[in-house]
């Protein structure tokens, strides 16, 4: 019987450290949850931004390349038409090449980040 009691009183002792335990797991989760999704937010902006500045770049480069061609062929037709040729050649190939060229990398980069956390934390 004195050690039903005992375990018991063991139990009533034990349920708030129990508690705070709990508690400060899910803070930490939740804590390590932030640091990901904003690390990721972060990495979100920076790509958009590069885009943004990649799209600026192109379109200047089409023009002046457009402008080039022009005067080399004697016709804004002929050489503002071969540099859109060119421009949609070069998206043809990576809407081909897409997967091996973004979608793979950027998972791989993610995963990597990811694991670069979880090992952190764990050390």
């Keep these: 019987m004195s050690q039903t ?3 018991g009183s063991f139990f ?6 129990l508690k705070e335990y709990i508690e400060a797991r899910l803070e930490l989760y939740r804590l390590q ?6 690390q990721s937010a972060g990495y979100l902006v920076w790509i958009l931004i590069s885009l943004f500045l990649l799209f600026l770049i192109m379109i200047f ?7 080039w061609l022009s005067i080399l ?3 804004y037709v002929l050489g503002f038409g071969t540099t859109t040729l060119l421009l949609v050649v070069i998206f043809v190939l ?4 897409r997967k091996k060229l973004f979608v793979h990398p950027v998972i791989q980069a993610i995963i990597r980040k990811t694991n ?6 764990q050390d």
């Excluded at 009533?12 to 450290?17: A, I, M, N, Q």
């Excluded at 670069?116 to 934390?121: I, K, L, M, V």
């Design 5 to 7: 009691d005992n375990l």
């Design 12 to 17: 009533k002792d034990s349920k708030p450290l």
């Design 33 to 38: 949850a932030i640091r990901i999704v904003s």
């Design 61 to 67: 480069s089409g023009i002046v390349l457009g402008c």
């Design 73 to 75: 062929m004697d016709s």
């Design 94 to 97: 990576l809407a081909i090449f």
């Design 116 to 121: 670069d956390s979880f090992d952190d934390e």
